[in-house]
Every structure is written in structure tokens, then in C-alpha cells.
């Protein structure tokens, strides 16, 4: 691989509005930075059995024109395991929630599915990335190659703005308190049904506060100013692997109020004003109260630095690397007799290509 970059293709759920995986596709954006080629493959679908044939193929053939050293899945479950089963490079695979951890929304049946499929992937991937210690822990196996990095967070889009011109920019009025809530596209996983009772009880200690949502709708590039426009971030998620909302609140210097959810409590320490509560509306509320009265901005800009999208690049960039430096022969995967039929394959498919 001497002579030229190494060579990533990156595997991303296809989502419905355009902040869905954004913090993948930031970091693979983030990437060319350290000399890496990217591009990028949006899976289209990852329940339909026809669709996932057509998107098999479609997947083929741009590691074909592409030629990557490294297949990059950013999530696991079937996205994971799809990667995997489709090509013969070595794939390293993200996890990054709740393709580890339970769904509280969903089924028993279906939880374990999602499970079994996201563990069969680690088995069978040559490096994994968890995005929370506590992510890894969820592993049943495989876990001397699992390493722990989070989503990075652009420090060039998320930085702190005035809050009055943030405001102005938004239209929002100077001197209401917003609480800033991001639903994401899991409402189950969110709670914002426990969002709604906190900022309730929170009215009824401090007066008039309006809940800002974050519905998924809202463009990506108006978030850090949203962000600098109000007052304190809340988040009330039932599950969480390293959330990147609230590094993007550090980044901006905005108070948050967390219930300990993924590594919030390790990602907040020594950030101030800060609160980690549990989940009783009551007790939220009294947290949203404390950190609204204070009217300060918070330090967590001074955190993130080890966080930053260029640094989570860096060590990003770091696996490929290792990845390179090892033949493919020395890795447990795939079989011999994979490799020798994908040679096989390659073979009928140059010769083709000479005798058109």
C-alpha cells in the first residue's frame, strides 16, 4: 500500500432526513485530513430482504471500482454483518448504542435479534470500535481488539457564539428561558415524554420556560447556533452509547442536565454548571430550575479538545493503519477458502474484462 493513501469505504445507514448519522459522515469527512481516501456507501435498507440483495450487489460493485484497503461499518447490527459478508477486505466495524444495548421501545424478540447480529459482526470483524467503555462492556467477545473512541465533535461549527446574537440570528426572543431537547429519531430512547414532565416541574419552581426540540428536522448547521442561544441542554435518554449532544453542548459552552445515561458522567467531569440526576421528573425539574437560575455559561469548551473531530481522526486513522501493516493472511478472517474464491472471482472478471 506504499505509494499511495490508504483507502477507506465507509458503510452508513441511509436515514430520513439529512442529521441522520451526521456525526459518521462528519468523521469520515474528518478524515481526509490524515491522508485518507474516503467515500462513502449508504445503505439503503436494513430490513427488506430485496432491497438488502439489490444493495449487496450495488455494494460490490463499488468495492470493485473503488479498490479499499478497509471496509468502515458505522453501526452494527445488520449494517455491520452486511459489510462484513460482502467483501474479503478487512472491515472494522463502529458500535455505537443501542446495536448493543436493549431498545426499550422494541420487542424482546427483536432486541435479541438485533443483538445476535451485532455480536455474530464482532466476531467476525478485524477491529472494532466502541464509542463508551461502557459500549464495550455490552461485548461478548472479542473484546483485545475493541477500542475506544468516540464521535468527535467539529470544534469549527460547535464553538460559543454571544447568546444575544445567537438569539437575534434565531429570532428568538432576548430574555425567555429555552431548554434545548434533542428527540433524535428514537423517541422511545429519548424520553420526551420525561423531557416535557421535567420542564413542567421546572415552571413551577422558576416560571415561564419553553422546551426547544431538536426533532431531526432542523439543519445541521443552525444546531451550534441553537446551541448558543440557549439556556441548557437536557437529556433524558433511556439509553445511550457516547452522545454526541452533549459534546457538542460542552463545545459551545452550554449548561447541561443529564440523566446518567452512556459516558456522560466521565465526558461532564470537572465540566461546570452541570447536573447528572436520576430520572424522576421532579428531581430533573429541580435540576433544570438550579442551572437556569445560575445564568451561566459552562467551562466545557475546555474539554473537548481530546474529543475534537481532528483528533477522533487521528485515532481513527490509526486502526487503518495497523490494519495495513498486517497481510491479510494473518487475520482470522476471511476463510481460505473465501479469499481463494474472491481471487478466483477477480481473475474471471480481468480476463473478462481483456477479452472485451
Partial sequence: MSGRPIRVLATIPAGTSSSSMIFARRQV?????????????????????????????????????FRPDVLH????TVTALFSRLSTCVPVVVTYRGNDLTPDPGASWALNSIRKLISEIAALLATRIICVSDQLRQQLWWRKPIASVIPSGVDTDLFYPRAQSEARAQLGWPYRERVVLFNAGGHRSLKRPDLAQAAVDAARGICGDIRLAVLNGNVAPDSVPVMMSAADCLLLTSECEGSPNVVKEAMACNLP????????????LSGVSPTRIVGRDPM????????????????????????????????QVTSIYRAISCTTQEDSIWPPTWVRLGARGQNLKETNTSKSG
Avoid: K, M
Fill in 283 to 314: 428531581e430533573i425539574g429541580n435540576a433544570i430550575a438550579e442551572v437556569l437560575t445560575l445564568g451561566q455559561r459552562s467551562n466545557g469548551r475546555s474539554r473537548v479538545e481530546s474529543i475534537s473531530t481532528a483528533s477522533v481522526a487521528e
Fill in 256 to 267: 447541561v442536565v443529564t440523566v446518567d445515561v452512556g459516558d456522560v458522567r466521565s465526558r
Fill in 73 to 76: 461499518a458505522h453501526y452494527g
Fill in 29 to 65: 469527512a474528518s478524515l481526509s485530513g490524515t491522508g485518507v481516501c474516503c467515500e462513502t456507501f449508504l445503505l439503503a435498507s436494513r430490513t427488506s430482504p430485496w432491497v438488502l440483495l439489490n444493495e449487496w450487489r450495488r455494494l460490490r460493485r463499488a468495492i470493485r471500482v
